[in-house]
């Protein structure tokens, strides 16, 4: 089993900066793809990036350049970190764990970016 517990939202200006951290629970985190994924209101979730066990990364086309996944495996922690940050960014932010069969989700930060 893994909790996650996401924080870091808020509300920012277009063009500022914000980092999102995932918090995670559990003794095998770091056998655990992790990812982040977004949700606009009326719009489906979607895959904002992810970072493997071992540490690949990839991205949403349209955000490579601007957000940055990163984990810290010994503090059980995931980041977002989002530069240049857009009108159309905004969104709850949902962190994701997932192993095989097992797929994990938090209950989300609200992003709001105000232009």
């Known amino acids: 089993q893994v909790q996650l517990v996401e924080s870091g939202g808020g509300l920012v200006q277009a063009g500022g900066s914000l980092r999102l951290s995932c918090a995670a629970s559990?003794?095998?985190?770091?056998?655990?793809?992790m990812a982040w994924y977004r949700q606009a209101p009326g719009k489906q979730r979607e895959l904002v990036a992810a970072?493997?066990?071992?540490?690949?990364?990839n991205y949403a086309d349209s955000l490579k350049g601007r957000f940055t996944i990163s984990r810290d495996n010994a503090k059980k922690m995931v980041y977002l970190r989002m530069n240049s940050l857009k009108p159309e960014d905004t969104a709850v932010y949902y962190c994701?764990?997932?192993?095989?069969?097992?797929?994990?989700w938090g209950q989300g930060t609200q992003v709001t970016v105000s232009s």
């Open positions: 994701n764990a997932g192993r095989g069969a097992f797929d994990y």
């Open positions: 559990g003794r095998t985190f770091s056998s655990y793809s």
């Open positions: 970072i493997s066990s071992g540490g690949s990364t």
